[in-house]
């Protein structure tokens, strides 16, 4: 397995308050790798430079061997980067199939799509994420848990090589995690890359076997999740915010 994503030398500033410090690591295709840290980590700050939404002051961003680096959101996943975000968004009065069918006009989706149809390669998605008994509703009467579904669902349809999960656990119940830790595992199943940063430790910790983890901007460590969490700078970061949830 070659490296699919390469980051180097990362730095990103907002009015001299750095987000991300000269933060380098790698995923390898086929991977499923988690990215930790305490809250104003910069996690997320670092999926919105890898997905083209904010442009790093320094550094490299590389993506199946080419550079990204400053590239616009749109173009990033024309090449095979989706993501999704800790606020779920939707075409709330729009039916869960069209709002998977508008992410398969993408140009990576239309290519999977002309071979079934839009209409039927986005219900595959549907059932792909547990929704296609609900295809014809607006997702302005979904509980939570579906709409996290539908929002990888929506990534799904730029039928994606590397699919980046910005805390897909977020404001879950116990049930509807399982719900979205069964379908993550399916997706990497079926050869998609996933990186995904969590707020629950414990969730996220059990189901990577590879955990990259990041303090104030910089990088910490990475190995096997039990190696993280007995990290003494790993430790330090959450210590006040129940570190005993890493082991």
Do not use: W
Request: charged content about 20%; some cysteine; glycine content about 10%.
């Amino acid at each position: 397995m070659g490296v699919i994503l390469e980051v180097k030398n990362l730095t990103k500033k907002f009015s001299g308050l750095t987000a991300v410090n000269d933060f380098s690591f790698e995923v390898r295709r086929g991977e499923f790798t988690g990215l930790i840290g305490p809250n104003g980590a910069g996690k997320t700050t670092l999926f919105n430079l890898i997905s083209g939404h904010e442009k790093p002051n320094s550094g490299t961003i590389r993506f199946d061997g080419r550079d990204i680096t400053g590239m616009k959101p749109h173009q990033i996943v024309n090449l095979g980067i989706a993501r999704t975000f800790q606020l779920v968004r939707s075409f709330r009065f729009m039916t869960l199939l069209d709002n998977i069918s508008v992410s398969c006009l993408s140009p990576r989706g239309k290519k999977v799509a002309k071979e079934y149809g839009i209409d039927e390669y986005a219900s595959s998605i549907l059932a792909a994420v547990g929704l296609v008994d609900k295809a014809r509703i607006p997702p302005i009467i979904l509980p939570h848990g579906d709409l996290r579904k539908l929002q990888i669902g929506k990534a799904l349809g730029t039928n994606p090589q590397l699919l980046l999960l910005d805390e897909p656990f977020s404001g879950l119940s116990h049930e509807e995690q399982k719900g979205i830790t069964d379908l993550i595992i399916r997706l990497h199943d079926d050869g998609v890359t996933v990186f995904m940063t969590g707020h629950v430790l414990r969730e996220l910790m059990h189901l990577v076997p590879r955990v990259v983890a990041m303090h104030q901007g910089k990088y910490i460590t990475e190995g096997p999740p039990q190696e993280v969490a007995n990290n003494k700078i790993v430790l330090e970061a959450y210590l006040g915010k129940g570190s005993e949830q890493l082991a």
